[in-house]
T-cell receptor, first 110, second 113 residues
Framework: SQQGEEDPQALSIQEGENATMNCSYKTSINNLQWYRQNSGRGLVHLILIRSNEREKHSGRLRVTLDTSKKSSSLLITASRAADTASYFC??????????FGAGTRLTVKP | DADVTQTPRNRITKTGKRIMLECSQT?????MYWYRQDPGLGLRLIYYSFDVKDINKGEISDGYSVSRQAQAKFSLSLESAIPNQTALYFC????????????FGPGTRLTVT
């Protein structure tokens, strides 16, 4: 079974707008990561947030983590057409199990 | 050159055939993983290996086997392919000493008819 559940499944926005994607998970985790996948290609790591962190930034990316709600969000600011991709959250735990969510498909219209 | 390579990139095979997917990496990472991805779903872990002598089953190992021939090579075999093994297969590596991010290969698209 999948650990993470992304919401929404699909998101369509205009270039320049912000995109927010959410991830919920079920069990205790050590880390939560966000990955990006262009159509049919391998995943590319974007950012990792540890269970004792609440917020992290990387360029136009902002990730938050709420362990009490078992949820995380990924915010992409000032989106570009090149941000069009699927975004996945992934969690790992003490058993070294890495679990991915089903992903959010983001479309940024020029 | 790509750090994680997979061969073949595409494969069509018939039900009952044995097939091997290969993964090679030049990153020097000890940990390697095999995942499958089905349409509309995230990745599911098939097998993982923390070093040459350490092989572990993942979430969906039934119907698959693996071989870690060297630190740089990790192969996935389907002993008797069936149509519901049609999927996109990814190999990945990681080095926990440098962080927990995984580095993915380009994927192998497998179709079982």
């Amino acid at each position: 079974s999948q650990q993470g559940e992304e919401d929404p499944q699909a998101l369509s926005i205009q270039e320049g707008e912000n995109a927010t994607m959410n991830c919920s998970y079920k069990t205790s985790i050590n880390n939560l990561q966000w990955y990006r996948q262009n159509s049919g290609r391998g995943l590319v790591h974007l950012i990792l947030i540890r269970s004792n962190e609440r917020e992290k930034h990387s360029g136009r990316l902002r990730v938050t983590l709420d362990t009490s709600k078992k949820s995380s969000s990924l915010l992409i600011t000032a989106s570009r057409a090149a941000d069009t991709a699927s975004y996945f959250c992934a969690t790992d735990d003490d058993n070294n199990d890495m679990r991915f969510g089903a992903g959010t498909r983001l479309t940024v219209k020029p | 050159d790509a750090d994680v390579t997979q061969t073949p990139r595409n494969r069509i095979t018939k039900t009952g055939k044995r097939i091997m997917l290969e993964c090679s990496q030049t990153k020097g990472h000890d940990r390697m993983y095999w995942y499958r991805q089905d349409p509309g779903l995230g990745l599911r872990l098939i097998y993982y290996s923390f070093d040459v002598k350490d092989i572990n089953k993942g979430e969906i190992s039934d119907g698959y086997s693996v071989s870690r021939q060297a630190q740089a090579k990790f192969s996935l075999s389907l002993e008797s392919a069936i149509p519901n093994q049609t999927a996109l297969y990814f190999c990945a590596t990681s080095d926990p000493k440098r962080g927990y991010e995984q580095y993915f290969g380009p994927g192998t698209r497998l179709t079982v008819t």
